[in-house]
């Protein structure tokens, strides 16, 4: 138990539900992400959609390129 009164501070919390693109609108948010976040469950919303396993090893590099930080670990859904 907390004693009452008893700050608890999250420093690098998870996001339980991010929606992230491909192309530059990944580039423009994957970042905002890497700095505020420890890890997200990335929910892919691309054009053309995850069909196969390649397209998403695809992504995860392209996200993992985007993010920026070694820090930040997105769980593609």
Known sequence: MVPTGTRLTL???D???AHFR???MLNLVA???ARVFGRAI???NLLPPVTDSKIA???QKEFDAASLAKTFTPLLT
């Open 11 to 13: 420093r690098r919390p």
């Open 15 to 17: 996001d339980w539900h």
């Open 22 to 24: 491909n192309g530059e």
């Open 31 to 33: 970042p905002h992400h």
């Open 42 to 44: 990335a929910m892919p």
């Open 57 to 59: 090893r695809d992504y």
